[in-house]
């Protein structure tokens, strides 16, 4: 009798480790693609290879595309019914796939969780909450901030930017700052950024001016109205009037980017150009970006990752990103530089604060105080593609502002008409 | 038609096994997707979710979308210059090198090199070319006293761009028209000559007329490419997200696949698309039953 008790534990003590493990420790094949630069690839080859170490029996297979043909890829595997099971996500196209019903819906997982975003920025957050509950976690964020080359600030006595700065005052700066040869030609420029996204800087001057984008339910497009419409004279007469600015062919000249070339003593960008910029000749900073009439503003994005609805292993891709929300991996992209970790302890560690390219880290950390999401609703792609195709020709030099802005009003409207 | 040699017995039957993998390519890789082309232009479809049948409304909607109008305009202008431009140049180039000179294979090669080099690194070069401030074209300009250019400025951009797709397209047209000059016997030159024909006359009364068929050919195949036209164009004329300054249809039709989630608009411009050159080839083969002279 005794006996047999004994085997009968011993054979359901077995059955009870066996079905308790399935969930966590069985074995799983995920696969993660994302977009990123090969420097990129390194330093996530690492993380995963962490957490492998971590969780030894999830295979996390690595896939890395640049930036446009990731999207290519990811639509076709997608429409295939193969898509990858943790895949990244730009905040501002995340609706255009959740809407589409692909991604999983993280919120039990999350409701299983629960401390798992206390540490986490909450204006990090916003862009994936839906009414259904959240369906993707951010990785890390971006906010922008003016760089300004000091080695130019020093030579023209122009003192730095300051928190104090307006956008008048970057003007006037600006324009000490540009260099006009006997020719006519520009040799130095004041200011130079890329104005096809609003990320760079055509969101925060408008916001800083007192206007809006797009309104709340995304159906109207306000970069017409008379507030943001000073944002966009003050752009123009930089470039037209001051010729502090390059227009876009000019700055295509200087790679796309004059700052980088040494050519332009300001520019607004985010941290991703850091680990770019670590080679320039020139000793540069970050400011907060300038105040406007209605105070200051910065744009704050995120990227993330999401889970596939057909994913074959949700429990394995879940465990992945919540380690990519762990301490661990946070402090291998600060290190890695191109974005500022989600994780706030991190962030504020020297693991983000004291990296090797000697410049005020803690700016873009700071800038969340006054930043305004990027905004995130389905068609976000093909609405701002009709803003930045259509004012692309002012910037060229070949339209003028006022009849070309209503223009690309109208198409923009169009678009989120057609996308309801 | 009926020569060369007729395949008997066994030998057809390893005809078509040997044919088989080609067949079975184009039955499923080139005819499927033009099947599948056809049918999704029917449909709304954004990869994600299933497609849904609806009716003409692509095409319907081609002719209120008016980022695809421009476009089409844009690859007419470009086809109206580039082709003629291809024709005309490479039959000159042709002519030159059909000459007895001394490395005139070294000429050949020259020219036949775009052919065979890849067109991104290629227009990389001519982006130096036609640079505005740093650019080698206008240091050339404003050396000789004239004002420089704005080469890949919207309003030059298209000329620009033709030039570049032309210069990269001479080498094909010169091989082919160098088959076509070499099938010319030399007695009727001869014998032109003995009449008192010039050079200038020799070229329109024998030449051109001689080669028609290569014209023909030639015209054909720059108009299929001319519409299809993206390599150089994408390279000199880019902006974010898969704009140019010279959006030609192709642009149109991958941004509205890629970009905007509208699979079946971009396979309804792929359709309108393989229409329009589908009626060229038509009024080509109209012209070459009236113009063209096979011996």
């Known amino acids: 009798m005794k006996h047999r008790l004994l085997v009968l534990a011993v054979i359901l003590s077995l059955l009870l480790t066996a079905c308790g493990g399935t969930a966590a420790s069985q074995k799983a094949d995920i696969t993660m693609m994302m977009w990123g630069e090969p420097a990129e690839l390194e330093v996530w080859n690492k993380i995963v290879a962490d957490f492998h170490a971590a969780n030894p029996n999830i295979t996390v297979k690595v896939d890395v595309s640049d930036w446009e043909s990731y999207w290519t890829k990811l639509k076709t595997l997608l429409s295939a019914g193969t898509p990858p099971d943790v895949f990244a996500m730009d905040a501002p196209l995340y609706l255009d796939y959740q809407s589409r019903g692909v991604l999983l819906n993280l919120q039990p997982y999350l409701d299983k969780n629960p401390d798992l975003l206390k540490g986490v920025y909450p204006q990090t957050l916003e862009a994936y909450k839906t009414p259904d509950g959240m369906f993707g976690l951010p990785r890390d964020f971006q906010t922008i901030a003016l760089a300004y080359n000091k080695d130019m600030f020093d030579a023209a006595g122009v003192a730095y930017p300051t928190a104090d700065w307006t956008y008048d005052d970057l003007r006037s700066a600006a324009k000490s700052l540009t260099k006009i040869g006997s020719d006519g030609k520009v040799t130095q420029f004041g200011f130079t950024d890329d104005l096809w996204d609003m990320e760079l800087i055509w969101s925060e001057a408008i916001w800083a001016y007192g206007g809006d984008v797009i309104n709340a339910d995304h159906t109207k497009t306000l970069v017409g109205e008379p507030k943001a419409h000073e944002a966009w004279q003050l752009f123009h007469d930089m470039m037209f009037e001051d010729k502090s600015w390059p227009n876009s062919t000019t700055s295509d000249e200087y790679g796309g980017d004059p700052f980088l070339a040494g050519v332009a003593a300001m520019t607004t960008i985010g941290h991703w150009v850091v680990p770019g910029y670590a080679e320039v000749k020139f000793k540069w900073d970050v400011a907060p970006m300038p105040k406007g009439p209605a105070g200051q503003a910065t744009s704050v994005n995120s990227a993330g990752f999401v889970v596939a609805k057909d994913s074959k292993s949700p429990d394995a891709a879940f465990e992945f990103l919540k380690y990519v929300l762990s301490e661990p991996a946070q402090k291998r992209l600060a290190e890695l530089g191109f974005a500022c970790p989600v994780l706030k302890a991190v962030a504020e560690s020297d693991a983000f604060l004291k990296q090797s390219t000697p410049i005020d880290h803690k700016v873009f950390l700071d800038s969340l105080a006054f930043a305004h999401m990027k905004p995130v609703f389905k068609g976000y792609d093909e609405w701002s593609s009709a803003i930045g195709d259509g004012m692309a020709s002012i910037w060229l030099g070949d339209a003028e502002l006022d009849p070309t802005l209503n223009d690309v009003i109208k198409a923009a409207d169009d678009v989120l008409a057609k996308k309801k | ?295």
């Open chain 2, 1 to 295: 038609m009926d020569y060369g040699l007729k395949p008997l017995g066994r030998e057809k039957f390893w005809l078509w096994a040997l044919l088989m993998p080609t067949f079975i390519g184009l039955i499923f890789g080139a005819l499927g997707s033009v099947a599948a082309t056809v049918l999704l232009s029917f449909a709304k479809w954004d990869l994600l979710t299933p497609p849904a049948w609806a009716g003409t409304v692509n095409y319907a909607n081609l002719f209120n979308d008016e980022k695809y109008l421009i476009s089409l305009t844009n690859t007419v202008k470009f086809t109206a210059m580039y082709v003629p431009g291809v024709v005309i140049v490479s039959l000159f180039v042709a002519v030159l090198m059909n000459r007895k000179v001394r490395g005139v294979g070294l000429f050949r090669t020259a020219y036949f090199l775009p052919a065979v080099t890849s067109a991104v690194a290629t227009a990389l070069v001519w982006k130096m070319i036609y640079g505005n401030d740093t650019g080698i074209l206008n240091f050339i300009l404003e050396r000789l006293g004239v004002q420089p250019v704005c080469w890949l400025c919207t309003g030059n951009a298209m000329v620009s761009v033709v030039i570049v797709n032309i210069w990269g397209a001479i080498g094909e047209g010169m091989i082919i028209f160098l088959a076509g000059l070499t099938a010319i016997p030399r007695e009727y030159y001869e014998a032109a000559e003995m009449d008192g024909a010039n050079g200038f006359h020799q070229f329109f009364r024998i030449t051109v007329p001689l080669i028609t068929p290569s014209i023909f050919f030639q015209t054909l195949i720059s108009t299929i490419n001319a519409f299809q036209a993206y390599d150089y164009i994408y390279m000199l004329t880019r902006r974010d997200q898969g704009d140019s300054s010279v959006p030609v249809v192709v642009f149109s039709i991958y941004r509205n696949a890629w970009n905007f989630f509208n699979y079946g608009g971009a396979s309804a411009q792929a359709i309108e698309l393989t229409v329009i050159v589908a009626a060229l080839m038509a009024f080509y083969f109209w012209l070459e039953r009236r113009y063209v002279v096979y011996e």
